[in-house]
């Protein structure tokens, strides 16, 4: 295939002339301190993406990754509170397993009762997020109790600039984790033997079955590992705001799974790709922090966003279907 | 009758000239039989041909002795040895390999990475080297001796490429049996040809073929060594040699099936306009020029590749495929058939091909399937007239012999061929008088084809019905037509009338295209 025809390529192609048309409305839009605060809203959102994005890629959907990623969060938090500790690495480990853990249920159902991915990750979501405000709690927890560790680790930066005013601005560090994150997932996506069966599963399921690929690991390693990412972002989430809402991240399941398609991976699996992903979520955050600044109603921001998932989808499926025909 | 390898000892191993042998297997499916008591053999480096109707159990063999399916009972052995519990796994370690009709390739994939996949897969590797991936894509594409692009995405290829691939692959796996299941069905005769030679020359090779059809001529052609199954059962096995096409169907099918072409009576409808008639039709590249005329009490045959625009000819004639050019008439009156709708109030019925994904509801009973196209007529104001729909169904049900209690019964729950009838049926009602029947056989089986053709040819004769069948099946044709066109590109051929023409012949010119 010619460079100039891979979708990783249209995507930054478009994602650029976006942004020299975002540029000319607004100069401020190139400003580093703008661009900083852009890279740092890609990563809650973009580490969800990588889940989504292997999810989809198998050929099945995941609408539940936000609620397991409040309920990681939200129990870590706790946790962290009850036992009265005060560190990091710990914690990031909890959460992922948290998330894990309720991304093999997700598993259990798509493999043992051939249900499809959209129901089962409805109901699990749903589940999820009713038992977290059900039994453990509905109070938000606010910056005076967070554990310091995780808000100090938050605050992080790689770069750090002084304005001529005398502020200061930075890069957060969570970006290179976002980072580093991705390229792990692009390695196992690209040359794992699983990562591959994952592309298997998504061309056609039968026939992976059929060359020896075994779909009981693969799907329960897709869905823990979405899962793991869900509920890793989530505590990220919480150490980067400074407060621990177990009603967060409500609908942020359409923004992500339209990044994921924006970033060309398709509807019916087997196709996307880690960078095509991050370009997409890029690009949607870019889009919606746009909007902010234009000052339109957040209301007209869930029109962009199911907008860019219809167009978004539309042109993947007919690329797709083109393909096949 | 039976037949074994001379068996000898080494180092206390079994050696035979067997390479795989099935003893009375059985396989039941929720009380079903699918396989009872079957026996058999395929020795080292043979092509053996697998024949039997749709239905009769190939498939089920297939994936007993690829390991997907556990036999109830019976036993196997490869290289003379008994194996326990054969898996996919296992079966592709003693180098089984299946090609099915499908392939089973990844279309968003490279053709590399499905040429190397079963390699990296076999050899257990967790991690990918992409050069080797290339290494072996090579020289699996060196091993066939074709040429193809090997960073193509795979659903970019033809059928006779991806075809190219699963071949390929399968000899990669080191493999000893291949089986092809119905690997001619998509192919054209050019390209059968190719497949026939690399199927010799990877005999040559050492490597045993069965080859799955249901198509005479090319187990004829390809074989030495004919096993035919039926209802689950094995009715012959020989050197081919010992068969002909007469034989085969005959075991194939159970019984002589009486080849008396159907005759028009054109005493008593050569007076009455056509049916259908087109002057010119055209679309696209699709149709070129065509003109039929089908009279009542006709079944005209069109026979021709995949592609060729017989599937087009039929869509075109029930409205869906506005656009065209040229005239249609119905009953020697022109008409623009734009929609179904119109197609189906000018009294024309089509069936199409996938009557499961097309044609039924399958979670639906008898009656309502039946009723389907009907609801207007039998509704003049706002309800249904349950007492006429009833009647209607219970006529339907007797004449065309719908083996079923009630008109109730789900149409899942039917065999293919009853289910075939439930359609024909539903255009019966709508009082339809040309019936377009594209492929009206495809998975039915044995007995009911039989019946269907006979009903199909009952009722033109009777009602003066005018029929177009579409089919890849030769021998329905001639035996159901008064005569046959061949499609090719888009336009017609040739025309034949049956009573003068064999199934050799008509084989033997859609072999000749390209």
């Not at chain 1, 870019?286 to 962009?304: A, F, H, P």
């Not at chain 2, 089509?350 to 044609?359: A, N």
Request: charged share 20%; with cysteine.
């Amino acid at each position: 295939m010619a460079w100039f025809q891979k979708s990783e390529v249209v995507i930054a192609g478009i994602l650029l002339l976006a942004m020299i048309l975002i540029g000319l409305v607004n100069p401020a839009f190139w400003s580093l301190d703008n661009m900083f605060s852009l890279l740092r809203s890609n990563v809650i959102i973009g580490i969800m993406a990588l889940g989504v994005l292997l999810v989809m890629i198998s050929g099945g959907i995941d609408v539940s990754f936000p609620a397991f990623a409040v309920a990681a969060m939200y129990l870590t938090i706790k946790g962290m509170l009850y036992f009265n500790y005060d560190g990091v690495f710990l914690p990031f480990v909890a959460a992922a397993t948290i998330g894990a853990l309720f991304g093999c249920l997700n598993a259990f159902f798509v493999y043992k009762f051939r249900m499809i991915p959209l129901i089962v990750t409805l109901g699990t979501g749903s589940m999820v997020r009713g038992f977290l405000l059900g039994v453990v709690g509905t109070s938000i927890i606010n910056i005076n109790k967070m554990p310091d560790a995780l808000i100090d680790f938050g605050k992080s930066d790689i770069i750090s600039m002084i304005k001529p005013d005398g502020t200061t601005y930075g890069l957060t560090a969570m970006v290179a984790v976002y980072v580093v994150l991705a390229i792990t997932l692009h390695f196992v996506l690209r040359y794992t033997m699983i990562g591959r069966g994952v592309y298997a599963m998504g061309g056609d399921p039968e026939a992976a079955s059929r060359v020896g690929f075994n779909i009981r690991k693969i799907t329960f390693f897709i869905y823990c590992v979405a899962g793991a990412l869900a509920g890793f972002a989530g505590l990220l989430h919480s150490g980067m705001i400074w407060l621990a809402n177990p009603r967060d991240f409500v609908g942020l399941e359409l923004d992500v799974i339209a990044a994921v398609v924006l970033g060309g991976a398709s509807i019916f699996g087997g196709r996307g790709s880690v960078l095509g992903t991050m370009l997409g979520v890029f690009m949607l955050v870019m889009v919606k922090n746009s909007l902010i600044i234009m000052k339109i109603d957040t209301t007209w921001q869930r029109v962009v966003v199911g907008v860019i998932i219809v167009i978004a989808t539309a042109i993947t499926a007919w690329r797709d279907r083109r393909a096949n025909a | 009758m039976l037949r074994s390898g001379p068996l000898f000892h080494v180092d206390g191993l079994v050696m035979s000239e067997n390479f795989i042998e099935l003893r009375n297997v059985r396989k039941e499916f929720a009380g079903v039989v699918a396989l009872k008591d079957l026996s058999l053999t395929i020795q080292k480096g043979e092509i053996h041909c697998l024949a039997g109707e749709n239905g009769s159990g190939k498939s089920t063999l297939i994936k007993i002795m690829s390991g997907v399916y556990q036999p109830n009972a019976g036993e196997i052995y490869i290289d003379g040895n008994k194996v326990e519990n054969l898996s996919p796994m296992a079966s592709i370690e003693h180098g089984v390999q299946v090609i099915y009709q499908d392939f089973s390739l990844f279309g968003n994939l490279t053709v590399a990475e499905n040429l190397a996949m079963n390699v990296q897969l076999r050899e257990q590797r967790q991690v990918l080297n992409w050069r080797k991936v290339r290494e072996i894509a090579k020289e699996a594409v060196k091993r066939l001796g074709v040429d193809l692009d090997l960073d193509m995405d795979v659903e970019k290829l033809s059928t006779a490429g991806k075809q190219l691939v699963a071949i390929a692959r399968a000899l990669m796996s080191d493999a000893r049996l291949i089986i092809m299941d119905e690997p001619t069905t998509a192919l054209t005769g050019k390209e059968i040809e190719t497949l026939f030679r690399i199927v010799k020359d990877i005999q040559s090779r050492g490597i045993a073929i069965l080859f799955v059809s249901h198509k005479m001529r090319e187990m004829l052609e390809i074989s030495e060594h004919i096993t035919v199954i039926r209802n689950g059962q094995k009715v012959a096995d020989g050197p081919t040699g010992d068969f002909d096409e007469a034989l085969i169907t005959r075991h194939m099918t159970g019984s002589d099936i009486i080849s008396k072409p159907y005759i028009w009576d054109q005493q008593k409808y050569g007076s009455m306009p056509p049916r259908i008639e087109t002057t010119n039709l055209s679309f696209g590249t699709d149709l070129d020029n065509i003109n039929l005329a089908i009279k009542p009490g006709e079944i005209v045959g069109v026979s021709g590749l995949l592609g060729s625009g017989r599937t087009e000819l039929a869509l075109s004639l029930f409205g869906m495929m506005p656009g065209y050019s040229g005239t249609i008439s119905i009953n020697g009156v022109q008409t623009v058939l734009d929609t179904p709708q119109k197609a189906i109030r000018a009294g024309v019925a089509y069936v199409p091909e996938d009557r499961l994904s097309e044609g039924l509801f399958l979670t639906q009973g008898i009656d309502r399937n039946m009723l389907a196209t009907s609801y207007e007529k039998l509704a003049p104001g706002l309800l249904i007239d349950q007492d006429k729909a009833e009647e209607w169904v219970e006529t339907m049900i007797r004449d065309m012999q719908i083996a079923t209690p009630t008109g109730k019964k789900l149409v899942k729950e039917l065999s293919g061929g009853n289910q075939q009838r439930v359609v024909i049926a539903r255009w019966l009602l709508t009082n339809a008088k040309f019936l377009i029947l594209n492929g009206p056989t495809v998975g039915v089986d044995v007995g009911s084809k039989a019946e269907i053709h006979r009903t199909i040819r009952e009722l033109t004769q009777k009602e003066g019905l005018a029929v177009l069948m579409i089919s890849d099946d030769v021998p329905e044709l001639v035996h159901n037509c008064n005569r046959i066109v061949l499609m090719h590109r888009g336009a017609f051929v040739e025309e034949m009338a049956s009573a003068d023409t064999s199934e050799d012949q008509i084989s033997d010119k859609l072999k000749n295209l390209t």
